[in-house]
């Protein structure tokens, strides 16, 4: 385990050939998306706009990734019917595609026989992970870093177990 935690940035920037992305709760607090979350739950607009303050960095990120050669995969395994915030996520995800990213949604009920690992992850080139820790209320609860080669494996393999079952963005209709 490595102590110190990088920023997505010097995460991302260090990507050789794949970082890939598992997410499986049905919803986060995030306190950078609060404020975009409130006025999309009452009014139904969500910020699609890459250029946007909210989307510019990240999208910037991906895309310089992405043009380096280096595939860039999230999944989302989540339950049905979805929730609010799932559906939020849903409404924005072109703009992670947009970017270079492939995104994947899993319904919970077909990753019943995968062996996942307990948090969110990134995994970088099949042997740096970054799990992502949130408290019950879904707030960040800050990253930890693990590069123990069986704990890469058991990612690598919950990851590519759920891409393979996942429905691609564009075909996924939300429940």
């Not at 997505?8 to 050939?17: C, K, S, T, W, Y």
């Not at 380096?68 to 939020?88: K, L, N, Q, T």
């Not at 690992?117 to 992970?129: K, Q, T, Y």
């Not at 759920?162 to 939300?174: G, L, T």
Request: hydrophobic content about 40%.
């Amino acid at each position: 385990m490595r102590s110190k935690v990088p920023s997505f940035v010097e995460l991302l920037d260090g990507a050789q050939h794949s970082a890939v992305h598992l997410e499986m709760r049905d919803a986060y607090g995030v306190v950078n998306e609060a404020e975009d979350f409130a006025q999309w739950k009452r009014t139904g607009e969500r910020d699609v706009d890459p250029a946007s303050a909210y989307w510019a960095p990240w999208v910037e990120l991906i895309r310089r990734t992405v043009g380096r050669g280096v595939s860039v995969r999230r999944a989302r395994i989540v339950s049905e019917p979805v929730s609010d915030y799932i559906r939020y996520e849903h409404a924005a995800t072109r703009v992670n595609i947009a970017a270079g990213e492939q995104v994947r949604w899993l319904p919970r009920r077909r990753a019943s026989d995968i062996a996942l690992p307990g948090n969110d992850f990134w995994l970088i080139d099949d042997r740096v992970i970054r799990w992502n820790h949130f408290t019950g209320e879904g707030a960040s609860g800050g990253g930890e870093m693990n590069e123990e080669p069986a704990v890469a494996k058991l990612c690598s393999q919950a990851f590519e177990a759920a891409w393979a079952r996942a429905v691609p963005h564009q075909e996924y209709e939300i429940h």
